[in-house]
């Protein structure tokens, strides 16, 4: 390829050397250098990529985009004087959005050949992105899916690094996904993504903000609030139709600076009907009500009516309120795509997200879940949301990471206290601190509440001790690891699902039950 036919979407300056020339590939970590590659320097969180301008030339590059200056760097890199000339530098403003733009050319623009969704929110974009996939896979389209949990394209998944992967890797895994047959992409938007120019260059044809609360707010993350805040509204300017959460305490500042064609969905957990409602204000396009939480021997989730633009009734098999709003999510956007409700309510209700509020085991003995909430703010969301489902008793099984915040040991600590009838406390990943240490500063917050709770340090052990000694009606959470397939010891990952182990002690109980 000519490097000019990359150059259509990008603002630069030539610095030296001429843009038709042979361009194969475009990279941003000096380590995969070599002739034809394009290198693009960008200034990183930990690392300025600039310095890294003599290796690349050293290993073959020729064509350098750079956001400053770089003759101390071309002194340094050993090439003759003639060699020097025939290196392309390119200047630019923002070389993190240059790579978006270089990349969409490089692969062929494939966003544009797929219905581009995008969902971002603090909590519930991993589970509204896959309830949409299942949807949409139900009415019979191929659908792409890019989140927390990986690329997905049909029964392929491959790992990555973030939520949002960077722009290079996403144009890559679009075209991949256009060149399967894929129709749509639906994929997690994190404000990082969309501060860190991931997303630059791609319009969405659908937008979904979930909600807001304080989160990845740090030295390498967002300053403060409003930054964050200001990073999650940039989807809605950058959609064509947008879909926000009324139940948002953040809804009416969101709202006023969209600039997409905006719809709004609403819970109404009180079971008060749209019609009922005061102001204009509390009105939403998508409105879910009568709600009831269902625990039947093999089906634990809810039901609802969705009235508004859009109307039909929901079984959906997946617990807990905001998981309502999720689905209510997931079926707003879905009824702009001229789906069959059939369709969508099967899917809903054999929907399963991995590791999301996902059932592994319901039978009159007892129901175990697995949730990847991880944090204070999602752990009491989740226990109170469970208690709806008025458990026998409600068992919560986690631990916390190793060589992390020690805030979230007592705010998790004080949670379970508070929330649980029974806290057994257990190793998530420990890293490089004893598992030991970890769960005696839960225990420091843990026994203020006066909340009853256990130790079994060993994961395993943890989980088959609840199993084993469950009572009828008891309900067991099992928290903190959700879709992770590992468990971080000494800087090691072992092999760990927890989902798997639920499923061996299931099996042990049957045979046990059998003799
Ligand atoms: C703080 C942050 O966002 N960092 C992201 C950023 O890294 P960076 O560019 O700052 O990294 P750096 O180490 O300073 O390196 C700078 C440049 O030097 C290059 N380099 C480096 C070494 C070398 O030998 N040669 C070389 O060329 C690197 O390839 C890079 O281009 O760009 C990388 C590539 O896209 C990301 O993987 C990385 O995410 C890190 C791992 C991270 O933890 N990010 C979190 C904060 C994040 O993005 N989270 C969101 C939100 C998740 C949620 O909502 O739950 C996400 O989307 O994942
Ligand atoms: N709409 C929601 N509101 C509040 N909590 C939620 C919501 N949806 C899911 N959760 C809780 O948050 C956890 C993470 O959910 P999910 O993975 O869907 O969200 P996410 O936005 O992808 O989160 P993360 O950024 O932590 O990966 C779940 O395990 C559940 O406990």
Redesign the pocket.
Known sequence: MVLSNWLNELEYTLIQGNTDIQADEI??????AGPGTV???????????HC?IP??LKAGTRILVTERSVEVEMEACGLTGEEKKQVTILRVSD??RA?ALLSAARFGYPAKKLTMIGVTG?KG?TTTTHMIKAILEAAGKKVGLIG?TGVVIGDHVTP????????Y?LHKAFAQMAEAGCTHAVM??????I??H?VDGILFDYGIFTNISP??IGP??HADFEEYLYYKTRLLTNCRVGLLNANDGHAEAVKKTASCELYTYRVDADGSEEGERKTEEEKADFTASHIRYVSEPDFVGTKFRISGKYEMKVRLGIPGLFNVENAMAAVSLCSFLGLGRERISHALEHIRVNGRMEIVYTSSRCTVLVDYAHNAVSMESLLKTLRDYHPRRLVCIFGCGGNRSKDRRYSMGEIGGRLADLSILTADNSRYEKTEDIIADIRGSIEKTGGKFMEIPDRREAIRYGILNAQPGDMIAVIGKGHEDYQEIDGVRHHFLDREVIEETVKELGEKEKE
Do not use: C, W
């Open positions: 990279i941003y970590d000096s380590r995969k290198f693009v320097a960008m200034t990183g969180t930990r690392i300025d990529a890294f290796d690349v070389a993190r790579l603090t974009k927390t990555t690094m973030n939520t949002t992967p960077e722009s890797e997690e938007v994190s404000s990082q993504g501060k860190m991931r989160d990845h390498d993350e």
